[in-house]
């Protein structure tokens, strides 16, 4: 099978794995802030996580930094929280600091999965190819994503049966909730 479409459909499993609902909450905790039309800054910040994401793929598989997987798998749900905590406390703030932060935080969350691309490679096989694959699947899964929640949102604020305010709290309280479920799941003391 051909490596870039491969690793495409890898890239769209990582994102879709019921089993790493982590990224997923990323996502919504990214994206809670933004409506449905404000397409080009939601399609930004996605890039941005997937740039970070791809960075740390990159440097892991030529070995420029250690894959310390206690310490990432904890610091997974510290991203989730902190971008939790800036959006509850700045709104949506400032784009130029919302990608940055997105950047760095996706850059986390790559370090957690290039051990298990790193071991997809073969010795042989060009890197080219199969990082281009996975990155592109992770981005297109997460903009489906993103727009799926986002229009879920929509909806339901179009059902005028809650203030947007009240729903995004109640949806910081839930990812919340589950990101600290996993700090205490990953804990490193």
């Not at 019921?18 to 996502?27: E, S, V």
């Not at 509850?88 to 130029?96: H, R, T």
């Not at 073969?122 to 229009?151: D, R």
């Not at 929509?154 to 909730?177: D, H, N, S, W």
Request: glycine share 6%; hydrophobic share 60%.
């Amino acid at each position: 099978m051909n490596d870039l479409k491969a690793f495409f459909e890898i890239g769209l499993d990582h994102i879709w794995d019921p089993n790493a609902y982590d990224h997923l909450l990323f996502i919504a905790s990214l994206l809670i802030v933004y409506r449905i039309k404000e397409i080009k800054e939601v399609i930004l910040a996605l890039t941005a996580f997937t740039l970070g994401h791809a960075i740390s793929l990159l440097i892991s598989v030529f070995g420029i930094i250690p894959i310390g997987d206690r310490m990432v798998e904890f610091l997974i749900p510290i991203t989730i929280v902190l971008m939790s905590a800036y959006h509850l406390i700045f709104g949506k703030g400032k784009n130029y600091i919302v990608y940055l932060l997105t950047t760095v935080f996706g850059s986390i969350h790559g370090l957690a999965y290039a051990k298990d691309l790193i071991q997809m490679l073969s010795g042989s096989m060009s890197v080219t190819k199969p990082l281009l694959g996975f990155n592109l699947g992770v981005e297109v899964a997460q903009i489906i994503f993103g727009f799926l929640f986002l229009l879920v949102l929509e909806t339901i604020l179009a059902l005028k049966v809650i203030e947007q305010k009240a729903l995004r709290m109640f949806i910081f309280g839930v990812i919340l909730t589950l990101a600290f479920q996993l700090v205490i799941q990953n804990r490193i003391w």
